[in-house]
């Protein structure tokens, strides 16, 4: 088992920055992947950006050159830099870890408002 806590959310105006930190416990070496998601009401929760094992990244369209994923050496945390925050980057921000068996655990959730 996996267990992740998110944090660094909040209320941001346009064109500031942000970063959400994923504090990972549990089996962390049994993690693939690790992952950034978000959600919108009435909107299925899609993929922002994620880091392989082997540090690959990928990211959504929608937030390329603005929004970085890392992770710390010590495999038990990860982070979303995000920048040049837009009002419809507004969403609740999920962290994920897939593990090499192909189980998938998810963060509680961290709200990001993008207003002025």
């Known amino acids: 088992q996996v267990q992740l806590v998110e944090s660094g959310g909040g209320l941001v105006q346009p064109g500031g920055s942000l970063r959400l930190s994923c504090a990972a416990s549990?089996?962390?070496?049994?993690?693939?992947?690790r992952g950034w998601y978000r959600q919108t009401p009435g909107k299925e929760r899609e993929l922002v950006a994620i880091i392989s094992g082997d540090s690959t990244t990928r990211y959504a369209d929608s937030v390329k050159g603005r929004f970085t994923i890392s992770r710390d050496n010590t495999l038990t945390t990860f982070y979303l830099q995000m920048n040049s925050l837009k009002p419809e980057d507004t969403a609740v921000y999920y962290c994920n870890a897939v593990t090499g068996r192909g189980q998938w655990f998810w963060g509680q959730g961290t709200q990001v408002t993008v207003s002025s």
């Open positions: 549990g089996s962390i070496f049994s993690i693939n992947a």
